[in-house]
C-alpha cells in the first residue's frame, strides 16, 4: 500500500516570505500526484496535479507553483506568501484505476 | 470542474442515531469513493464503489452506488462519537481518465 509523507506538519510564515512544501510517497511508482488547499476544514480545492516527471497541470491561476523533480515527490511552492495562501495543504498520490491516498496535511498560517 | 452536491452540508446528531448523506451530480459515474477525515489529518478512504446498485459495507458504514449512475449514499448506523469528522465522497466520471471529483463535505458532530 502506498504512504504519502507530507512536511512540515504546521507552518507560520510572514507574508511575502518563500515557501517549500514537500511530499514524497512510498509503496508506489509512476502514481498521478495532487495538491489540494482546504479552507476551513471544509472543501477540497485541486490546485495542481502531475501525471509524470516535470509535469505539472494547474487548475487555478494563484500565487503556487509546483513541481516533480522525481517520480516519487512533489514540491508546492511560492516566491512570495499572501495572506491568502493560508490553509491546509493536502498531498495525495493515485495509482491507476484506484482512488486516491491523503498525506496527513501541512496547515499553513501565513501572518 | 465537475460539481458534486452533497448534502448535508453539517449534521448535529445523538449517540446512538442513525446518519445519511448522500452525492448526487449530473454526469455518469464509474466509480465512488468515500471518506473520512479527521481535525487536522488527511481524508482516508473508507468504501470504495465500482458498479451500480453495488452496495458495500464497512462496519457500521454502508455506502450504495446509485442505480442512475448520477449519485452515491453512505449511512451509518448506531453513531459513536468518534463518527465525528468531515466526510467526503468522490466520483470519477465515466470516460473521463483517472481524476476523481470531491465533493464539498458533510460536517458530522455526534453529541455524547
Known amino acids: 500500500s502506498q504512504t504519502i509523507h507530507q512536511w512540515p506538519a504546521t507552518l507560520v510564515q510572514p507574508v511575502g516570505s518563500p515557501l517549500s512544501l514537500e511530499c514524497t510517497v512510498e509503496g508506489t511508482s509512476n502514481p498521478n500526484l495532487y495538491w489540494y488547499r482546504q479552507a476551513a476544514g471544509r472543501g477540497l480545492q485541486l490546485l495542481f496535479y502531475s501525471v509524470g516527471i516535470g509535469q505539472i497541470s494547474s487548475e487555478v491561476p494563484q500565487n503556487l507553483s509546483a513541481s516533480r523533480p522525481q517520480d516519487r515527490q512533489f514540491i508546492l511552492s511560492s516566491k512570495k506568501l499572501l495572506l491568502s495562501d493560508s490553509g491546509f495543504y493536502l498531498c495525495a498520490s493515485q495509482r491507476i484505476n484506484y482512488g486516491y491516498t491523503f498525506g496527513s496535511g501541512t496547515r499553513l498560517t501565513v501572518v | 470542474g465537475q460539481q458534486l452536491n452533497q448534502s448535508p452540508q453539517s449534521m448535529f446528531i445523538q449517540e446512538g442515531e442513525d446518519v445519511s448523506m448522500n452525492c448526487t451530480s449530473s454526469?455518469?459515474?464509474?466509480?465512488w469513493l468515500w471518506y473520512k477525515q479527521e481535525p487536522g489529518e488527511g481524508p482516508v478512504l473508507l468504501i470504495a464503489?465500482?458498479?451500480?446498485?453495488e452496495l458495500t459495507s464497512n462496519g457500521r458504514l454502508t455506502a450504495q452506488f446509485g442505480i442512475t449512475r448520477k449519485d452515491s449514499f453512505l449511512n451509518i448506523s448506531a453513531s459513536i462519537p468518534s463518527d465525528v469528522g468531515i466526510y467526503f465522497c468522490a466520483g470519477r466520471i465515466r470516460n473521463t481518465g483517472n481524476q476523481f471529483y470531491f465533493g464539498t463535505g458533510t460536517s458530522l458532530t455526534v453529541i455524547p
Open positions: 454526469s455518469i459515474f464509474n466509480t
Open positions: 464503489l465500482y458498479k451500480a446498485g
